[in-house]
């Protein structure tokens, strides 16, 4: 049986009052505008100032392209559902949706961990980095990355949607995602649970622990540093990023690897917030507002567009 036969839409669950709704959607639209304001602001002074030309603001201007379409696969449609009161999303669009968020989280986790590589060998390495962190291993990286998410979320689409959907068309999320459609599932869904657990892994997995011991090195070389001023300005930028793979990873594993019986709908929808709104809204924050670089930059470019003209 096809699902077409079965389910034609779906139905988002967002909030039930109306004053909840509104409440929500504020808080998501704030959170969404804020976060494309720093990602345009780090995209926009990584292009025209050329000092900023470096492998490391290379992939954080990446990063944040990338931060604008993550945020921008949910927030807008769930904040526009929600003001309208049109909860419903067709199959198709379930899809495209269930694609993109996890294209671009798999993405995300692959850039911060590239970052925190970066990050290692300028500290670590500093005289091996124009060699290792040389142009051509960035687009490879870069690359790799977009081509290792693609594969990933056509095969977890495509096995989410080979599946039939008979018990309720209701999906308790504000966005479509893999658990959510599992349990609304009339099919056996062991290997969607199966390649879930293998995908969290072996990339996501593998990536933390890269990221960790990346940090371990880099902290313990920077306690071998006498100044006491370098030491804490070199701890200021790592723990804000470990703080935020953590929370990224920790929320989306739970969500996606917990047993269904245990779900519930106020916690569902928490737990989506920490790793679909809170890395995009925060990566401006510690990449760029702690970064003197970027400050200095960004009062460049106004003084150059805006001042002179």
Request: proline content about 8%; hydrophobic content about 45%; aromatic content about 10%.
């Given at each position: 049986m096809l699902n077409s036969t079965l389910v034609t839409e779906f139905l988002e669950v967002f909030a039930e009052t109306w004053k909840l709704r509104i409440l929500l959607s504020v808080l998501f639209l704030l959170m969404y505008l804020g976060s494309l304001l720093g990602t345009l602001i780090i995209i926009i002074v990584t292009i025209v100032d050329q000092t900023l030309n470096t492998p490391m603001y290379f992939f954080l201007r990446n990063l944040?392209?990338?931060?604008?379409?993550?945020?921008?696969?949910?927030?807008?449609?769930?904040?526009?559902?929600?003001?309208?009161?049109?909860?419903?999303?067709?199959?198709?669009?379930?899809?495209?949706?269930?694609?993109?968020?996890?294209?671009?989280?798999?993405?995300?986790?692959?850039?911060?961990?590239i970052m925190s590589q970066d990050r290692y060998v300028a500290?670590?390495?500093?005289l091996l980095y124009p060699l290792i962190m040389n142009h051509q291993f960035c687009v490879q990286m870069t690359l790799a990355s977009l081509l290792t998410s693609l594969i990933l979320a056509s095969v977890h689409t495509f096995k989410t949607f080979h599946l039939s959907f008979c018990h309720s068309?209701?999906?308790?999320?504000?966005?479509?995602?893999?658990?959510?459609l599992l349990m609304l599932s009339c099919s056996d869904t062991f290997n969607n649970k199966l390649l879930l657990l293998l995908t969290a892994i072996g990339l996501s997995g593998s990536c933390f622990t890269f990221i960790a011991i990346s940090y371990i090195r880099i902290i313990s070389t920077v306690?071998?540093?006498?100044?006491?001023?370098?030491?804490?300005?070199?701890?200021?930028?790592?723990?804000?990023?470990?703080i935020v793979v953590s929370v990224f990873l920790s929320s989306g594993a739970y969500a996606y690897l917990r047993p269904s019986a245990i779900s519930e709908l106020v916690e569902?929808?928490?737990?989506?917030?920490?790793?679909?709104?809170?890395?995009?809204?925060?990566?401006?924050?510690?990449?760029?507002?702690?970064?003197?670089?970027?400050?200095k930059a960004v009062k460049k470019v106004i003084f150059r567009f805006f001042i002179v003209e």
């Open positions: 944040s392209i990338l931060d604008m379409g993550y945020i921008s696969v949910t927030v807008p449609n769930a904040c526009i559902n929600s003001l309208t009161d049109q909860r419903n999303m067709s199959v198709a669009g379930c899809a495209a949706q269930i694609f993109l968020f996890l294209f671009c989280a798999c993405v995300e986790i692959q850039f911060l961990t500290i670590c390495k500093p068309n209701v999906v308790p999320q504000f966005f479509c995602d893999i658990p959510s306690l071998k540093v006498p100044i006491k001023r370098e030491r804490t300005k070199a701890f200021s930028t790592c723990v804000p990023h470990i569902d929808m928490t737990l989506s917030v920490f790793y679909t709104t809170v890395p995009p809204f925060l990566n401006p924050i510690i990449y760029s507002l702690r970064n003197k670089q970027i400050k």
